[in-house]
């Protein structure tokens, strides 16, 4: 089982920009699709960003394509959210998630982390 840990959360204003990492404790690491979902206040957790576990494939949430990337470095364990632009709807707590099928990773990924909270002020 691959532990995950999110960190880079935090408030940033209208406009700015945010990455996200998510370090994990696995020797098999890159054997791991890995993806970002959020939850905001009050709403279902929903899928944000997927990257394949040797990075060349990815998938985006229609709500942030073009202004978030998600890329990993294997070596190092650890996948990455760049958000830019950010807006007051992406406040929400961001979590990563892993799996080792591609099919489970937008809808029901096995291994979850704790999360990191992002707030966007208007």
């Known amino acids: 089982q691959v532990h995950l840990v999110e960190s880079g959360g935090g408030l940033v204003q209208t406009g700015d920009s945010l990455r996200l990492s998510c370090a994990a404790s696995?020797?098999?690491?890159?054997?791991?699709?890995v993806a970002w979902f959020r939850q905001a206040p009050g709403k279902e957790r929903e899928f944000v960003a997927a990257?394949?576990?040797?990075?060349?494939?990815?998938k985006y949430t229609d709500s942030v394509q073009g202004r978030f990337t998600i890329f990993r470095n294997n070596a190092i364990n650890t996948v990455f959210l760049q958000m830019n632009n950010l807006q007051p709807e992406d406040t929400a707590v961001y979590y990563c998630a892993a799996d080792l099928n591609w099919g489970r990773i937008v809808a029901k990924p096995e291994a979850w982390g704790q999360g990191t909270l992002v707030t966007v002020s208007s």
């Open positions: 696995a020797r098999a690491f890159s054997d791991y699709n």
């Open positions: 990257v394949s576990w040797a990075g060349d494939g990815t």
